[in-house]
């Protein structure tokens, strides 16, 4: 995460140096992920069917070209880095086996939660339009597209000790099996709503304040029957 974060400065630096109509950002976005589960074997059976959240986290370069007045290009490469975070049972299930001493608990799935990270080279476009250009404060509405192509995932479990967990080579098979679900490619709609500080005559500080971002391809083959929606923070 340093080596990226060190590497989109100095590219910023470099890029400020004689720029002309060129603007150089480097842009953070994510926040808390919501997304549908499937009723596939990899999803916890009370947890199919049901809403599940994660995190999202996109760290790019911004380059912004302006060709009029108002207008901008928009171009972005960097890493994206999401996370989704299954729990076997939650806060609920306790209180409810305190007054549901019968209640039958699904005892097929042995692992206690699921954490599986994905890491994307993140390419993005778009377009934005300066409301009041000229101005050291400007406000930018903006449409973007975010192209991710998965680079590497890793599962990590915590199995059920009280529900005969698997044995190690099971265990193994159901990390690569989940490992293996991240979806290669996503793509994603961004609305923004960005204030923009000039510090320099070619370099700004952004602060994006629309609170939604959307995924209209799945983050994950086996495990999400839909898309994403990500709430910024």
Partial sequence: MKRWLFMLFLSAVV??????????????????????????????????????????????????????????????????????????????????????FDAPAPKTFKINQVRLTSHYLNIGSGIHVSLNPNKAFQVHPALQLNAGFLLSSHASLQLDVANNPPSADEREKLKKQYKNSSAKFILGVEPRFDLKFRIHKSLRLTADVFPFMFYVSSWNKKMLSGNTVVIKT
Avoid: C
């Fill in 15 to 100: 890029l400020n140096a004689g720029a002309q109509n060129f603007f150089t950002e480097v842009d953070f976005t994510g926040g808390l992920a919501i997304y549908p589960y499937s009723h596939d074997s990899l999803v916890a059976l009370r947890k199919q069917g049901d809403v599940g959240m994660g995190s999202d986290l996109l760290i790019n370069l911004r380059l912004s070209k302006q060709f009029k007045p108002q207008w901008y290009l928009i171009a972005e490469l960097g890493y994206a880095h999401r996370e989704i975070l299954m729990n076997k049972n939650s806060i609920g299930d306790f209180f409810i086996s305190l007054w549901m």
